[in-house]
């Protein structure tokens, strides 16, 4: 009896030191592992970059931080995005993006939405209240209040923009104060909708101004460029696009299978956004988009940000980033074309925000202008979200 009594004690004692360890350690060890950086291919900065870099406009489509177990105001070591070193980088606003679900086993070619979800475990491991162990809807308004505390704490540094008005107010307070930065809300994949139309009001109403209908995996808007369908716009896609676009809120085709992206440009009335991609033309993916859809997506008026992780960009080089810019530039125009970095988003990138002045430097040696690097750093984006923010 005695010895049975000493080892239960002993495992339960196990079993709660294990919890222990999962609830203060797992996400940030994850965390460290999937968002590396490799400068191993970095060059020599240009003085001309150092020059013009704090001169420009700096804007990205597209970063995860909000998945990680970090304070956004807290500058730290591992991982890509914060705000002081957003502020560091010089950037004028950034995209903070809700990711719902991924399923295990996460692959370009084909994942099912049965699959295992690993937010749920890192909704856990990073001790998110429960109600987001369970709701993917829950998911989305918790990461938007944890950034709205951030905004709350920031003394000004963090503002979240939200209308025309709030980026041209913050535009105009950033001349005279230059250690702020803009964020704005996105949302990867509206399976956050958990297939309720009703929930599009929750999510635009925490502050989502940007939404892409899927990720990796197929869901009731329509297929992924890595589901199992790859399929189009359903009618409650359909349904759910009209709202966005009567309302204002940016619709994201970054991930949508190329059906999608046919589907949805052809009931478009407003331009669309790509965050975060790849062209095929410099690198051979079902994640980058084709020349044809570059075309339509500039025919619709649309911008693309090009990805810094090595299936995007093509390389593992700050100058990799540049050329497949001036793929884009060269098909369709220097208008349509901006940064989508997805830092953060579980992928080794050669640098982090604060160093965002080697795609600058990238740029220079790529043989654009000042006023061209300029556009693409984050004029490009600006003047979008001043044209198509909601009022
Ligand atoms: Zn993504």
Request: charged letters at 25%; a negative charge; glycine letters at 8%.
């Amino acid at each position: 009896m005695r010895i049975l009594k000493f080892f239960l004690s002993f495992f339960g004692l196990l079993l709660i030191f294990g919890l222990l360890f999962f609830f203060l350690f797992a996400g940030s060890l994850v965390d460290k592992k999937l968002n590396g950086v490799d400068r191993s291919n970095n060059p020599e900065l240009s003085e001309k970059a150092k020059q013009l870099h704090p001169k420009l406009t700096i804007g990205d489509w597209h970063s995860d931080n909000m998945l990680w177990d970090r304070d956004p105001l807290e500058k730290i070591s591992h991982g890509h995005v914060d705000v002081p070193r957003l502020i560091e980088g010089n950037y004028t606003l950034a995209v903070f993006d809700a990711v719902i679900k991924s399923p295990r086993g996460l692959n370009y070619n084909k994942n099912s939405a049965d699959a295992m979800d690993d937010i749920t475990l890192l909704a856990m491991g990073n001790r998110w209240p429960m109600r987001t162990w369970t709701s993917l809807c829950e998911r989305a308004l918790y990461q938007s209040e944890m950034m709205h505390k951030a905004e709350r704490e920031s003394n000004g540094k963090l503002q979240l923009i939200k209308t025309k008005a709030d980026l041209q107010n913050y535009l105009n307070e950033k001349k005279t104060k230059a250690k702020m930065v803009a964020g704005m809300l996105s949302i990867e994949g509206l399976h956050a909708l958990e297939g309720e139309f009703e929930n599009l009001d929750r999510l635009i109403d925490a502050g989502y101004r940007m939404m892409g209908p899927v990720h990796f995996f197929d869901n009731k808007m329509g297929g992924s460029s890595a589901g199992v369908e790859q399929g189009g716009l359903t009618e409650f896609g359909e349904k759910v696009i009209r709202e966005m676009e009567k309302r204002s809120i940016i619709i994201d085709l970054a991930h949508s299978s190329s059906a999608l992206i046919a589907d949805i440009l052809k009931i478009a009335k407003r331009p669309v956004v790509v965050s975060h991609t790849g062209v095929q033309g410099i690198k051979d993916s079902p994640r980058n988009l084709s020349d044809e859809e570059v075309r339509a997506i500039a025919a619709n008026g649309g911008i693309i940000g090009i990805g810094f992780w090595e299936e995007a960009a093509g390389g593992k080089r700050p100058q990799d980033i540049a050329t497949a810019i001036r793929y884009v530039v060269d098909l369709v125009g220097i208008k349509h074309v901006s940064l989508g970095s997805d830092f953060d988003g579980s992928v080794v990138v050669p640098f982090d925000c604060s160093e965002i002045i080697y795609v600058t430097d990238a740029l220079i040696k790529e043989g654009f202008s000042d006023d061209e690097i300029d556009q693409i750093m984050g004029r490009n984006q600006i003047e979008f979200l001043l044209n198509n923010l909601p009022d």
